[in-house]
């Protein structure tokens, strides 16, 4: 074996050597060696009487082709990984002079799948961001919600009492465990005396943390015993962040957090990456459902079965299917509306992924996503088609290239190999570009801001699966646009590619082929467009719309007496004094109280107006409203259209009175006076008595909605949000108002405490602008990439047709005549395209009027806009290569051939 | 691709080129033109080796460790790359030789049943 060995090591040597003079450009040994074959065979044919020619051409043929001999040898040398980095990085050298060669094409080919990717992978974090990303618990895809699912206009939700959730939990076979999760805000504190912050925990049953398949990092859950006595066992359990912002002490186990006023011993923490049971609720800490009465002051949460409050979760177990889980739902369904009929008719029960339940909760999020999805994709398919037209235009060139190359004797496998390289070259070239193009629009995103203490703000991050993705779009889109068509072309014909070089007759489906492509690029720019003007339209028409209610001079705080325990009478005593002592602050204009802020929020509210006939089984309808104090109005700046607002005088003891908008009156007694009509609220006979003007209630861009408005002290027990007018800078008010309401109450837990100044602009001025950029960004990515991909085909077919101009024109077309028939060939294709857009943006704008809440249309304006805009890119892309073809001089263009 | 077949020549059965260049190396040390003439001479030009065949199977041969490469200089006093049996490739040989010596006596059975029974 010593020689064998020595060899082996000479032999791996001399490759290092040789795989490193790849670099240096030397002749290399295989070279070298199959070169001294020729010369010897050569010689020999010489001897044997041969002309140098001839002997020469006789070496070759004995030898075979020379080129796939080498390679073959260089294989069988290396065997294994070193030849096939060997080969790539000859491929990818020779795809990178290929590029360099055309450095217009690959630039163009490059930017467009840059901004396709880019505007796709920002597609996909922002989507990934507000509805898609998993829950960080293990197997996410296993978690499923059960409960009672109740619509509110377009939005709907699912949610379970705790005695139904118990029933569910006996009856039921199809999960692995379901764990009830009740949402409870209250100020939380490391100890008596500091000052407590408003944070949203969760009151969890005592197997929630098995059923979540995450643990504590510190200590551990809740055992079984704790979550059975209501109100004996006060332990609570911290999420990572909160223990964090407690001082991060490792000996915390054992100590005392208080929470709404009660003391509860530490028992665990949470590990960092557990952010809560879902997307939108990311508690602060966990309490069992036993204290959960408790910090309430309320018995009815575990004992009323109408008491809609819980989030039921659990996994589906192995082998059951949703819709057998459905079924079995079913019939405990209709096993609790026989056992409760008060509380359970009608109440259908239902199961979601969490997905759909992102979907469902979030209208605006999923809209958005859609709508940048739509757009996203259209640049994508701009961009394909640009790549694929621009690699049609090349195919004649390739192809030349490629019989050569099959000619010398590269096998097919090889040339494939070569191809898909120079593909993946393209795509990654494309898809690192887009990765800034990405990160510029997320940095936009992040713009917005959540003018909300215990909102859930959406993560956006350039992560690994945004990478991934942008990968995949970029690879799939080159190798479906750009390596079929060059497998295709080493299919090529040697003789006739030889032969016909680049005049090969273009031939009825290439013709075809191009005019569609041409088509599709159109047809998509144009909804493209068509969207991004809408969207455009909507926004910045909601910014600049006139004054829907006041957006200055308003300092707001909301205040949280549940927080306290207080009664309902000590609410309401509590509001009296506050609206007295706020009207008496130098400086305060006017102060009002609303479960809403504009353009922020809603309670649902059941209504059946008088005399309305509602489809059978259905007794009411939930809409949109507010419960509010006098002089909301006046305060909003919002108007009273008729009859009176909300007074002082409308207390508990007075009649029920409701102040409903002008799309509510509208809605129910068309061109009739609704004041003075009755309408049951909440199951209670109310008077109408005014109208206010619209304002926008949940979103900014929303459409007009119904929406009510009640006096809070006809209600029970609320939350209220106070807003003082200010005569001055409203940022100043801000601490007199909280010094305010310490002084009244120290423990009275405030939060959201800002101004209107700053919550308009964030829910809606940088919203609007940032929407507004990244549609308008992707329509002028879209009409650039048109420009292009438009231009360059019909530079491509004019050049192709250069012979026929110059046979047209020697037999006597004129110049103009030329230009023409050439603008009006470019021109059938683009037509065909515009109608198709413009039925593909009617389909569109269909889809976004059933989804998404914006009060616009596409009018017949954003059209008029748009085709025409299209149009004449067209035609100056049509009009500079179709000159450069009347310019040809007959005679060069004949013989050019 | 480029050599057109010639009717009174046979092609060599996959895996035997191998073998007959072992066999050929089996008289000494010799460069990859020469062992293609010696293949083609040995068999009086009726085995047709695709010249540009050799070399793959040369330099795999080497990788296998049945052959070693040396640079040397040839009777003409030109560089070259001599090929030599190592005591692995002879032991190759061997078996493959006795195989092959089976191998041919078993297809001669089936084509010429009447000449192989005595």
Known sequence: MGPADGGDRTHHAAFGKRFMSRFKRDPDPVSAEIQDYLERETARNLEAGMSPEEAAFAARRKLGPVARVTEETREAAAGGILTWIEMLWRDLRHGVRMFAKNPAFTLTCVVSLAFGTGANVAMFSGADAMLLRPLPVPRPGEIVRVGSAFTLGDFSFIRTSYLNYLDILQQSHSFNGLTAIATVTYGIAAEEHSTAQVKSGAAVTANFFDVMGVHPVLGRGFRPEEDQVRGRDAVIVLSYATWQGMGADPKILGRVARVGGIDFTVVGVMPESFSGPDRDAKPAFYIPTMMWPVITGDPGTLDDRAYWAMDVKGRLRQAITERQAQAELDTIAANLERAHRDTNRNQRLTIATELEMNIRQNRVYTALVAILTLLSMAVLIVACANVAGLLTSRAPLRSREIALRLAIGAGRARLIRQLLTESSLMALAGGVLGLPLAYISIQLLRQIQFPNDLAFVPRLELDQRALLFSMVIAMGSVILFGLIPAIQTTRTNLATAFKSGSSAEPGRRRFWGRNLLLAVQVAFSLVLLTLSVFTYRAFAGELSDAVLFRRDHIAMMTLRPRGLRYTDDQAKQFYQMLLDRVRALPGVTSAALSTAKPAGGMDPIAIAPEGFHFPPGQTSVIAAGSRISESYFETLGIRILRGRGIAATDTSSSPLVTVVNETLAEHYWPNQDPIGRRILVDGRWTEIVGIARNSRYLFPTEPPTDFLYVPYRQVPLLDLTLFAGTAGDSAGMIEPLRKLVADINANMPVYNIQTMEYYYSARVTIIGHVITEIIGAMGLMGLTLAMIGLYALMSYSVSRRTREIGVRMAVGADRTNVMTMIVRQGLIPVLAGIAIGLLLSAGAAQLLRTSFPLGYDIGPATYGTVAPLLLFIALAAAYFPARRAALVDPMTALRDE | ?118
């Open chain 2, 1 to 118: 691709m480029s050599t057109e077949p010639n009717s009174d020549r046979v092609e060599l059965l996959q895996g035997t080129l191998d073998m007959l260049i072992l066999r050929t190396l089996l008289f000494g040390p010799a460069h990859g033109h020469a062992i293609a003439h010696a293949i083609e001479q040995g068999s009086a030009d009726v085995l047709q080796v695709e010249h540009g065949s050799l070399y793959p199977a040369l330099h795999r041969l080497v990788r296998q460790g049945l052959l070693a490469a040396k640079d040397g200089i040839s009777e003409n006093n030109r560089k070259a790359k001599f090929y030599r049996l190592t005591p692995k490739g002879c032991k190759h040989l061997l078996n493959e030789s006795s195989k092959w010596d089976r191998l041919t006596e078993a297809i001669g059975r089936i084509m010429r049943p009447s000449e192989s029974g005595s």
